[in-house]
């Protein structure tokens, strides 16, 4: 599977460019950490918004987290993704902490709960979708 | 901020529509010439220009000078969305204050067609650009169906209670010849419309359409006897909480205090709200975080009060944007228009009895996950 190119893109920039390509690559959802006072980044920013550092390094998170809440959207949305409809979008809190906005593959999303546990895709599936993107622990 | 000497002397709004039959231009014209009309001033008066709009740009203050031909001498736009009117007018008082102004226009508004909305990936800001529209998000109803979810079940909020806020707002709109939607709506109509974004359905949405609001800033004894609108009190506040993707609180928390200080009384004074309903749960947000109840417990605070114009607690008394429909900007300054059409005692069929002090609140401008701008105008009638 490779990126859908009906997808609306990211724009590439010099601070997010080893996200995008480490997710594409290998299914890996690489976090900015700051090298001054620790703190983990999502989405990549030019400073670290904590303590204002300049100098930021990547770690890999470790792909899973659970769903805080989320929305399942029926309407309203461009072609290529009603096509795909309903689409399950949550806020994800990491397991390193870091919260997120991002879509769960899900066949049934009546059967979601908020507070259930999600995981990154796997590689031949996350390189579909220009931005992390999970599914259900225990799914697949 | 407060003025005893500048405030509101003028306001007006043009004609909403739900296809654009002429510019944004023309949709502010109209209504800047209402706001002139209820002033008793003349273009010839203006020499400030304020706006706010998400969808002018590229054009902005300076041309819409060019458009209407004025030569203000001092001109601003705001960057706050929905929450940018209620800026626009403190920043014009202090203007007027400071002698950079005598008399400023302040304008919102927007023509909304399809094309605007087939283009619209290319007007959002870049985190929502890149981190949530490529996922599918669709359009805010996605973020807010989240936001609205949490609250429910952090709070045990019900949709029965958040309901009554389009509910009641509809029955305001019903008195309103210029609201979009004027057919009554009952709470099982709210509770069974159709699915947008779990939980959010048709009727927590608005329409987007085609309008304009306007208001005149300059010294109060320039008003019509009996006319003018004092700012008692006015604050805003951007990106609270930090850090946060989907908060059930936002900036109002942080200066509601003040705010009231400087206005001299509470929330147990004012005789209406009009808050910014983009959505119901978001109204339910600024209800909390303004005073009214404490957070967490709107549900039983909604259920406990009517919002209609003739209610104990009247809310957006022209039925506001989930009814009137929303002008793109413009949806930060209705609930302005309204206030001091209420407080100069000419709200016709939807006047508030006794209607002496109001409160505003503003809410807007989307980053990652929600609105990063809060603002709030504490509104008094001249006696
Ligand atoms: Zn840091």
Request: with cysteine.
């Amino acid at each position: 599977m490779s990126l859908n190119p009906a997808y609306p893109p990211v724009r590439r920039t010099p601070e997010n460019a080893p996200m995008l390509d480490a997710w594409q690559q290998r299914g890996e959802i690489l976090l900015q950490r700051c090298d001054s006072c620790g703190a983990h980044l999502f989405y990549p920013r030019a400073v670290c918004p904590s303590c204002w550092a300049e100098t930021t390094g990547w770690v890999p998170a470790c792909g899973t987290g659970r769903i805080v809440s989320f929305s399942v959207v029926h309407k309203g949305l461009p072609d290529v993704f009603m096509a795909e409809a309903p689409i399950l979008l949550a806020e994800i809190e990491l397991a390193e902490g870091v919260l997120m906005i991002a879509r769960v593959l899900c066949a049934d999303p009546g059967r979601v709960t908020s507070g259930m546990a999600v995981a990154a895709l796997p590689l031949a599936e996350a390189r579909a979708f220009p931005l992390p993107t999970f599914r259900l622990e225990g799914a697949g | 901020m407060r003025s005893e000497t500048v405030g509101l002397i003028g306001y007006g709004s043009s004609v909403y529509e739900k296809t654009a039959t002429r510019s944004e231009q023309g949709y502010m014209a109209l209504a800047a010439r209402a706001a002139l009309d209820s002033a008793g001033l003349s273009p010839r008066d203006i020499d400030g220009i304020s706006v706010s709009s998400t969808t002018l740009p590229p054009d902005n203050a300076v041309t819409l000078a060019e458009h209407f031909g004025l030569s203000p001498r001092w001109t601003s736009m705001g960057n706050a969305g929905g929450a940018g009117s209620v800026i626009n007018v403190m920043d014009a008082v202090q203007a007027v204050e400071s002698g950079r102004a005598s008399c400023v226009l302040c304008l919102a508004g927007a023509a909304q067609d399809t094309e605007f909305f087939k283009d619209r990936i290319n007007r959002f800001n870049r985190s929502v650009a890149d981190y949530l529209a490529p996922h599918g998000f669709g359009g805010m109803n996605g973020l807010f169906g989240i936001i609205m979810r949490k609250h429910m079940e952090t709070y045990g909020t019900r949709r029965e209670s958040l309901g009554r806020i389009s509910v009641d707002q509809r029955a305001n709109a019903g008195q309103n010849d210029n609201a979009l939607l004027r057919k009554p709506m009952t709470l099982e109509e709210y509770l069974n419309a159709p699915l947008i974004a779990d939980p959010i359905r048709l009727f927590d949405c608005v329409l987007p359409c085609a309008g304009a609001e306007a208001l005149i800033v300059a010294p109060l004894d320039r008003a019509q006897p009996g006319k003018g609108v004092r700012v008692v009190a006015a604050a805003e506040r951007h990106n609270h909480p930090v850090g946060e993707v989907s908060p059930l609180r936002g900036g109002w928390e942080t200066f509601r205090e003040g705010f009231y200080d400087e206005a001299g009384f509470g929330p147990e004074d004012v005789q209406f709200i009009q808050a910014y309903d983009d959505y119901p749960i978001m109204v339910a947000v600024q209800i909390e975080d303004l005073g009214f109840c404490p957070k967490g417990e709107i549900g039983g605070f909604l259920d406990a009060h009517s919002l209609r114009w003739d209610g104990d607690l009247p809310l957006n008394t022209g039925g506001g944007q989930l009814s009137c429909g929303q002008t793109g900007g413009g949806g930060g300054m209705i609930g302005i228009t309204e206030a001091v059409r209420q407080l100069r005692g000419e709200g016709g069929g939807r006047q508030v009895p006794g209607a002496r002090r109001g409160l505003v609140s503003g809410y807007g401008m989307v980053g990652y996950g929600h609105g990063l701008s809060a603002s709030a105008m504490m509104l008094e009638a001249v006696a």
